[in-house]
């Protein structure tokens, strides 16, 4: 679903403002969440559990790092947020690079080829894995 869409503008955007609007005060972050998931995945079925994942150990980040706040240990799991998120970006997004150049490396030595099956790239993991790095860089 794209923003522009008759789709979009006509039926999915009245009704998740009817229903943040409606929605008691402490459901309306549960309502955008519920909205927001079910918007990604319009686009992406299969990733939607990466992104909860996402959400969720993000979530458990800042609840530590703001429990320890300048302590080693906030630091060390601001680190440990910082490391997943990088992990998760680059396992996804740089993997079939990397092992391209690898397997021109080990052409060299008459090494066989590392076999890798194309890894399809989630809509979005850059804005949503950098958004969830500057959440737990502020808290």
């Known amino acids: 679903m794209v923003f522009s869409s ?17 929605a008691p005060r402490p459901v309306k972050n549960v309502t955008l969440l519920v909205a927001s ?7 992406e079925k299969y990733y939607v559990l990466l992104m909860i ?27 440990g947020a910082v490391a997943v998120n990088l ?13 391209d150049n690898l397997n021109v ?4 030595f ?8 194309g890894i399809h790239l989630p809509i979005g993991i850059s804005f949503f894995t950098l958004q969830a790095i500057s959440y737990v860089v502020d808290v």
């Open 37 to 43: 998931l079910y918007f990604y995945a319009w686009g």
């Open 53 to 79: 994942l996402s959400i969720c150990s993000n979530f458990a980040f800042g609840l530590r790092i703001a429990r320890h706040g300048q302590t080693s240990q906030g630091k060390r799991a601001m680190a």
């Open 87 to 99: 992990a998760l970006l680059a396992s996804f997004k740089y993997t079939n690079f990397i092992v």
């Open 6 to 22: 008759t789709i979009f503008l006509f039926w999915f955007l009245p009704i998740v403002l009817a229903a943040y609007f409606l």
């Open 110 to 117: 008459g090494v066989g080829a590392i076999d890798v099956p």
């Open 105 to 108: 490396v080990l052409a060299k």
